[in-house]
Structure formats: C-alpha cells, structure tokens
C-alpha cells in the first residue's frame, strides 16, 4: 500500500453502471481493511470497512470484497452517481491505529 | 455528533519557522491519529496519541512531534520548517487504539514559502 505520485489511475464510468476499484495491499499481518472517498477540499470520509476474518461486507451500494490469499481488496459501487466522483482511497491497519494508504483512485462518472 | 474539527484550516508559514495545528476529536474519542498528504507521497502516517501517550510513530523526522490533552484534544508541532513541509495536515479520531474506525477531520493545508 505505498502512495504513487501525482498521476492517479483514473476510472471513467458512466452514470447508472458499477464500478469496481481494486487496491493491493502490502503486509498479510493487517487484520482491518478500510475504504475512504475524498472530495476535492475535504478530508478523507469513511465508506466501508471489513475485518480479516471476512471475504466480503456489503453497505449501501457499496461491496468491499477481500483476497488474502493474493492481498487484494476491492471495492465495488452499484448505479455509480455524480456524486461518487472523488478519490477513492484503501487503507490497511497493520499495528495499533496506523493505517497505510493506497495511491488513490480517481473515479469520474459521466452524466 | 460534531464530526473533527481542524484548527486553522489554512496556514502560510516561511522557512525555519514553527507552527503548531490543533485537532479536536469527535466526543467520546480517546485515539487521535496524525496523518501528512501531499501529491508526491499521498497520504503518510505520522503518530497516534492515546490516553496522552505516543503509541505509534511514523518515518518522519523528530522535527515532527505531537501531544494529546486529558480531554483528548492533540496538537502537533513542526519545528524548523522545510518547502516540502508544505501539506495538508490530517487528523483522525476514533474510539480506541487496536485496529478501530479512524474518522477524518478536513484537514488544515499549510505552505511554506
């Protein structure tokens, strides 16, 4: 879960259809996985979390699916809207508090 | 609830100063979580307070430091102030220490000149 530079992976989706972020992580010893959304301006807003003894954990249009055999976490957004459109961030909890991000992704969903 | 509240949202400081940002959990929080997100190095942990005590440290220089309050509010320090300090600041509140939902404030942007 290293951070990449200025040029984030970008996902052009349209409006009405799902989306599907993928995020590999780094230490198998995480035992929490988090999804943030950030807005321009705004900080990082919770969306969905789940724990290393699930594989999947559904929300509100939101499913965040877990792979630890291959350290892959995603997260997918059903009837992807305008307002969806920021950076989507995975975090993993490896040691007390400490979450180590993802790069980011920039979702934008075309009217 | 009041979510986390960041205090100054934006801050212009010049080379070799210090500065010191304020951050204000969300009520019934005891764990403050200090985050640095800038375009080239996204988002980096800096330190965790719980119960007034350091319990995690990130890989940044001592010239970054923190503290937390008996009401657990925290504060952090830059001292000596560099250009590539320049970030948006973030904290994060949650319940406890131990793998628990850490909620974000906005965050207070700071240039260095």
């Known amino acids: 879960g290293e951070s990449v530079g200025l040029h984030l992976p970008t996902l052009s989706v349209q409006e009405g259809d799902n989306s599907i972020i993928n995020c590999a992580y780094s230490?198998?010893?995480?035992?929490?996985f988090i999804w943030y959304k950030q807005e321009s301006g705004k900080g990082p807003q919770f969306i969905i979390d789940i724990r290393s003894n699930m594989d999947k954990r559904q929300g509100q249009r939101v499913t965040v699916l877990l792979n630890k055999t291959v350290k892959h976490l995603s997260l997918q957004i059903a009837a992807t809207q305008p307002g969806d459109s920021a950076v989507y961030f995975c975090a993993e909890n490896s040691a007390g508090n400490k979450l180590t991000f993802g790069g980011g992704t920039r979702v934008l969903v075309k009217p | 609830k009041a979510g986390v509240t960041q205090t100054p949202r934006y801050l212009i400081k010049t080379r070799g100063q210090q500065v010191t940002l304020s951050c204000s959990p969300i009520s019934g929080h005891r764990s403050v979580s200090w985050y640095q997100q800038t375009p080239g190095q996204g988002l980096q942990f800096l330190f965790e307070y719980f119960s007034e005590t350091q319990r995690n440290k990130g890989n940044f220089p001592g010239r970054f430091s923190g503290r937390q309050f008996s009401n657990s509010r925290s504060e952090m320090n830059v001292s000596t102030l560099e250009l590539g300090d320049s970030a948006l600041y973030l904290c994060?509140?949650?319940?406890?220490?131990?793998?628990?939902?850490?909620?974000f404030g906005p965050g207070t942007r700071l240039l260095v000149l």
């Open positions: 994060a509140s949650s319940r406890a220490t131990g793998s628990e939902t850490q909620y």
């Open positions: 230490n198998s010893a995480s035992d929490y």
